[in-house]
């Protein structure tokens, strides 16, 4: 402000001076009017863009509300903005490879932001109301396994994120013993994608088939992370499924009851998710019992079987999906089944 100021008395200064320096010319008779100048082109009406979405109306400040509160707006994970990582980790990154349709961005992102209104909205590229677009619906190329899938409009743009790494060495059944040489080793933390795909483990045989279909399938993330927001603690744009309320959990099951009207008061649907999270603990105990993972649930490293390393590449698949079946029960159910029997008859 002050330096405006300054400007402005210099401004003022000058045009004195100019005035000082031409009061004594001679003034001659006034000269013929020019010919009109051409019409200008008309100006944007404001209405038409920047007040589309700056309304005064509560439309974007409910938004930002709930993502203030989300995973997205709390989480700090963005500081992770070197070239592997800043894909999914930043939103410039995000940005760069959907363009490039490279793995890794060429550098290392400077001033990262994380997960935002602009990662996944064309926010402020062409100033309308199309701005609210999603940035991507096109198919994922799974990371994985390099299979393509459609997990169908919205959801490709959350999997495109939200799937799993390949882990490095990456275990392919029937090939050769595998060095695990970190505790981090494995397929990373988010495996939705991939699942909801009915792909992405090591498909060991057993009793449970693997070509199966998620229920789900069809149903994009948002409907059920993105219902009908309750305050800024689940659904909306904080995409929680549940909240603590007055010190104990309480399930959004509200996004469930258009198409279960009888689903009670969490998410375990005609016991789907007990019998999950059940055989989850059988091949998590196993696993620590015959010391492949330790109790924080990390590898320990060591020269393994591919099989034994692709077991427990599908325990942590199942481990960070975070939903005990509610995204696919059918493969989730398959998957630890048939690694457990594996596991056990070892
Ligand atoms: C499609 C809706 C939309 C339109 C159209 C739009 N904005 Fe925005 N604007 C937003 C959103 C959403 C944010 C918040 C962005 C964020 O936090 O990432 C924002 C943020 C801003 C900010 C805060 C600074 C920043 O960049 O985050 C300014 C200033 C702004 N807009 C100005 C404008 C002007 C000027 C226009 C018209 C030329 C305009 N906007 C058109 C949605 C829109
Ligand atoms: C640009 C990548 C990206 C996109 C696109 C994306 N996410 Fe995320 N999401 C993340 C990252 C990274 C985190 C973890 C943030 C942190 O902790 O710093 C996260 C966190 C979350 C969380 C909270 C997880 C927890 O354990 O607390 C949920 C729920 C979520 N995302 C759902 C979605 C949904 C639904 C969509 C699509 C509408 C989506 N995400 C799109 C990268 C993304
Ligand atoms: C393909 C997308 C993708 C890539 C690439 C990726 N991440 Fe992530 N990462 C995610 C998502 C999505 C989450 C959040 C998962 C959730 O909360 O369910 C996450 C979570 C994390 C977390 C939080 C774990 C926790 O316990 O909350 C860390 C740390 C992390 N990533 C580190 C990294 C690092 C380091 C790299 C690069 C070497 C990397 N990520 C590359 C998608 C990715
Ligand atoms: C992780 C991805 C993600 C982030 C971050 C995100 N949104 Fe959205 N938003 C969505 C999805 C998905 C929809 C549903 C649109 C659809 O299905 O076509 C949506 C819908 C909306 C709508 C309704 C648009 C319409 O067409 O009616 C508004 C408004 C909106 N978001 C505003 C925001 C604002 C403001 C922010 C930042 C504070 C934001 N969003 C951040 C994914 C996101
Ligand atoms: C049929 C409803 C449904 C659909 C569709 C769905 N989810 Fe979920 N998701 C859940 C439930 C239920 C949980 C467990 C949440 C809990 O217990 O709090 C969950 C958990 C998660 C979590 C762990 C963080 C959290 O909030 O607990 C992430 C991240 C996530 N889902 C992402 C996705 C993504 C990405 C998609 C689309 C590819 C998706 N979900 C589709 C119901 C759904
Ligand atoms: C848009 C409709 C729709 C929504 C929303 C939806 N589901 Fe489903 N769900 C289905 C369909 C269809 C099936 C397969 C038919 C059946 O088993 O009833 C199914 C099956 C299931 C199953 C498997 C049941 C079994 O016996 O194997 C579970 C568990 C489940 N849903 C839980 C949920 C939960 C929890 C939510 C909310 C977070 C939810 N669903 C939201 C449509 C939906």
Redesign the pocket.
Known sequence: MKRVLTYLAAAGMMIVVAGLMFSCTKEGPQGPPGAAGADGTDGKDANATCTQCHNFSEEIVARIIQYNASGHGTGMTFERNGKTCAPCHTSQGFKEVLASGADTTTASIQNPVGTGCRTCHMIHDTYTSTDWDLRTTAPIKLVINGETVDLGGSSNLCGKCHQSRKPNPYPELGKADVTITSGYWGPHYGSMAPLFASTGAMEIPGTMPYNVTS??KD?PCF??HGGQAYGAQAGGHTFY?SYAYHGSDRAN?A??K???PD?GSD?D??G??SDIKEILTLLEDQLIADSLIDETFHVIPGTYPVETAGIIMNYLLIHYDHSL??HN?HYTEAVLVNSYEALIAK
């Open positions: 229920q789900h149903i409907t059920c499924m099951t996004v469930c258009d198409c279960h689903i998410f649907y005609r789907v998710q079946g509610i029960s």
